[in-house]
């Protein structure tokens, strides 16, 4: 349903059953006035983002038809109609045309004022005058004169003793339907049949009689009975589904019992056709995904079931065309739909080559950028669709929900697809394997995401080449012009004939539809998810030792998730600078952000799966330092210290040296006997005397060894 607002516009308030008529809207289009027309109460402001968001989630609905406006052709109008229509008009013209001051209040109060001031009018008439102008659709031929209401034509009849309607079959009389008769039929119908439950009209009418005519009286088991009065006093099924038919449409019925969206889908009248008015090729492009009826093999181990693959396809509404595909893994989401619309502005010969299929550009001649694109709400409007937008003006039709006749084209085609081309393929998917005993095509799978993209590229050529087109509707050109509703030849009539495909660099299409965000430089480089990157233009001038003496700043990126190798930096002249991982993180080079996030957490479990023993070792670490310090304060205690504290810090040095040569010795590798070296003569006790301390206290060492062996 759309969600543009107009003047004078009906919309209906789904739950409190009230009807209004949109009067004014503001410039900014911020606010309006509305009317009520059901209760005739005086106009009321409200947001209109309020009543986009009640139109959109069911709250309101728009009413396609007014009753309250009838055209009426001045050659149908007597004079004395015509009088009374311009001497009310020229009373009421300045006053209805005051807007918005009429709808405000106060100042509605100070305009009436002056105009009974200036014409001797009361009130009444003004306020009588302005709520017929505002019901009847604020036109002059509002004030025309109703005659046609006149008389009962259509209208309900007094209730009188007598029996209406044709006599009873059985002899019966029942009674007739009056106001509160009535009234209680509404509450029955809207309580238990407009409803998404879906009872029948004969539940709702039994539900009525045990709500609004039993009595219940407590019998002598102690259980509530009811008591019903004579047949002849309560309303039949008859009259009430008649009562039912009189106040209530077939249209209600299923939007009230199934809702708005099921009728627009299944119900609604279909009127035109998704083509019409289409300049030509990439006039619009419709695009949507669907899970691929198949189950595939690991290219790199075939014993593995990867599962069932995505399909995105690109479609020309104007022939039919595939402009664009993608099978592999991704989505539903943005990641799928950009490659599948990269590929829809990409030379099809290389993609085919890289398949090892060999075409010409005449046979899929297809590489450029539509104006308008429509799709799924859940892609198209993600941020990452933003920068499609901007950098390249696309313009984006997002399709309502469970609308998939708004993109009815691309729709027709995946039918197509998994119908007769995949339903041909081995581990293709058929609806008895959710039965119990049903047999598993997943063991049936053979090919993989290679194997099963050069089938699909072969499929959408027969259908561009030689699909013939039953139904399309050509135009008058094309028929004088003996073009045949095939899709290549209606893509390059239409190429011909119109200028609406635009052409971009591929590699300024693949970063317009690169998801965007923001990066933070560093002192350590440029941070985005997590990881660290280097720039060439980063290096040069000198952006991480100015992030780290000031502070860090941001900077707009785009990038593609399935790798995180590199990220493009983006500058508002429109340049771009490229940066790629610090070496420190080569491990995620080639990774998709979804394996780095991944192997994240996974880092994340191991950390606290190792907590507890962490922690007990940590506590074995605590008491094997208290057992140690126990000790070295034990030893301490036995100690007999017979210098004072002045002696024992003065040596502090001459001690160091002394411990040093100790842990030298103690220290020292020893290879066997080999490792001790006998010197030609130890000196004798004069020359002793002159050598240093330590050389003392080695030959001393050197003497005590050679004596014990």
């Known amino acids: 349903m759309s969600n543009e607002l107009y003047v004078n516009m009906l919309i209906n308030a789904v739950d409190e059953d009230q009807l209004y008529r949109l009067l004014w809207l503001s410039d900014n289009c911020d606010y309006a006035f509305i009317f009520n027309i059901t209760t005739m109460e005086m106009p009321t402001s409200i947001l209109c983002a309020e009543l986009r968001s009640g139109i959109e989630n069911g709250l309101f609905s728009t009413k396609p038809d007014d009753p309250y406006v009838t055209a009426v052709s001045e050659s149908t109008l007597t004079d004395k109609e015509k009088e009374i229509r311009d001497n009310v008009w020229s009373l009421m013209e300045s006053i209805v045309n005051d807007e918005p001051g009429i709808y405000v209040k106060k100042e509605r109060g100070r305009i009436l004022a002056e105009a009974i001031k200036r014409t001797g009018k009361q009130l009444v008439v003004f306020h009588r005058y302005l709520k017929t102008y505002w019901q009847r659709g604020k036109t002059k031929n509002a004030f025309v004169p109703r005659y046609d209401n006149c008389g009962a034509p259509g209208k309900d009849r007094a209730v009188g003793i007598s029996k209406r309607g044709r006599p009873s079959k059985y002899g019966s009389t029942n009674i007739n339907v009056d106001a509160a008769t009535r009234a209680i039929f509404e509450k029955a119908i809207k309580k238990y049949y407009l409803n998404r439950n879906e009872h029948t009209l004969l539940y709702a009418y039994d539900m009525m009689i045990a709500e609004h005519y039993a009595q219940y009286v407590t019998g002598l088991d102690g259980k509530a009975k009811a008591v019903l009065p004579p047949v002849e006093q309560l309303p039949t099924i008859r009259q009430f589904r008649y009562w039912y038919n009189k106040s209530h449409d077939g249209i209600e019925k299923i939007t009230k019992r199934k809702g708005e969206s099921k009728f627009n889908l299944d119900h609604r009248a279909i009127t035109g056709k998704s083509d019409y008015g289409l300049m030509g090729p990439g006039s619009r492009y419709e695009i949507d995904a669907t899970i691929g009826d198949i189950y595939l093999l690991s290219r790199f181990n075939r014993a593995d079931i990867i599962g069932r693959p995505v399909l995105y396809f690109v479609l020309d509404a104007f022939s039919r065309m595939v402009t664009g595909m993608y099978v592999g893994l991704e989505g539903p989401s943005w990641a799928g739909m950009m490659m599948a619309i990269a590929n829809a502005a990409s030379d099809k010969v290389k993609y085919c080559a890289e398949y090892g299929i060999e075409v010409t550009e005449e046979e899929w001649p297809c590489c450029g950028v539509p104006g308008v694109i429509r799709g799924d709400r859940g892609e198209l409007e993600s941020k990452s669709a933003d920068t499609l937008v901007n950098a390249l003006n696309v313009r984006v039709e997002v399709a309502p929900p469970y609308r998939a006749d708004m993109k009815g084209i691309v729709e027709q085609h995946f039918k197509t697809i998994n119908g007769t081309t995949i339903a041909r ?27 099963l993209t050069q089938i699909i590229i072969q499929s959408v050529l027969n259908h561009n080449n030689h699909h013939f087109l039953e139904g399309y509707e050509r135009t008058a050109d094309m028929i004088a012009d003996n073009v045949l509703p095939i899709p290549l030849a209606l893509w390059n009539w239409g190429v011909a004939h119109s200028g609406a495909l635009r052409v971009f660099p591929e590699e300024t299409v ?78 995620y080079i080639g990774k998709h952000l979804h394996e780095i996030n991944y192997l994240r957490e996974a880092e994340k479990l ?95 060492d050197l003497e005590e060894r050679l004596n014990g062996k």
């Open 510 to 587: 693949k970063l317009a539809l690169m998801p965007a965000d923001t990066a933070t430089v560093t002192a350590k480089g440029i941070k985005f998810k997590g990881l660290y990157y280097l720039c060439g233009r980063a290096a040069t001038e000198h952006w991480f030792e100015t992030a780290r003496a000031k502070k860090s700043w941001k900077v707009d990126v785009s990038y593609d998730p399935r790798s995180m190798t590199s990220i493009y930096i983006r500058e508002p002249d429109g340049t771009v600078d490229a940066c790629w991982l610090s070496e420190w993180q080569e491990k």
């Open 425 to 451: 393929l081995p581990g293709h998917v058929l609806p008895d394997m959710a039965e119990r005993g049903g047999h598993d095509y997943r063991h049936d799978a053979k090919f993989d995401i290679y194997q």
């Open 606 to 700: 191991m950390q606290r799966g190792n907590a507890p023993k962490e922690m007990a070792s940590k506590a074995e670490l605590s008491a094997a330092i208290d057992s140690v310090i126990a000790e070295a304060e034990a030893m301490a205690r036995q100690t007999v210290v017979p210098k004072s504290k002045s002696e024992r810090t003065k040596d502090i040095r001459a001690n160091r040296a002394s411990e040093k040569e100790r842990n030298r010795r103690e220290e020292a590798f020893v290879l066997g006997d080999a490792g001790v070296q006998v010197p030609a003569a130890i000196p004798d006790a004069q020359k002793r005397e002159e050598l240093s301390p330590e050389m003392k206290m080695i030959l001393s």
